[in-house]
């Protein structure tokens, strides 16, 4: 699987999503860095060293998070979105995005459009 041994932080505001997350990774082989329920604890565990991936909800409790994909970007972390939203996003277009709800099959295509570098 693409995400074996992979440090994957996941970034939910939503408890149960973050959980079903958590449990999704592990199954793929992947390794869960850690977890994040606002666009601040987001930004401080991005800076951790370490992390191979990131899962990256949109709307984190009102706040969105395309700061923190702007500075994965710079950082050279590979990301995907989880989100509600259809629409484009300006700037990440090329972002791959997984859908919610989602389940296994959505993170392991979205995680192979994706270079992550284990």
């Not at 959505?106 to 192979?112: K, S, Y």
């Amino acid at each position: 699987m693409h995400l074996q041994g992979a440090r994957v932080l996941i970034v939910e505001d939503d408890f149960v999503v973050a959980m079903a997350a958590n449990d999704m990774v592990r199954w793929l082989g992947g390794i869960v860095a850690g977890t994040a329920r606002s666009v601040a604890a987001a930004k401080e565990k991005i800076r951790q060293p370490g992390l191979d991936c990131v899962m990256l909800d949109v709307n984190l409790d009102g706040d969105l998070s395309f700061g923190i994909a702007a500075e994965l970007q710079e950082r050279g972390i590979p990301f995907v979105f989880c989100t509600a939203y259809s629409h484009a996003f300006d700037g990440f277009e090329h972002v791959p995005r997984i859908m919610k709800p989602y389940c296994e099959r959505d993170l392991v295509t979205a995680f192979d459009a994706v270079p992550i570098q284990i």
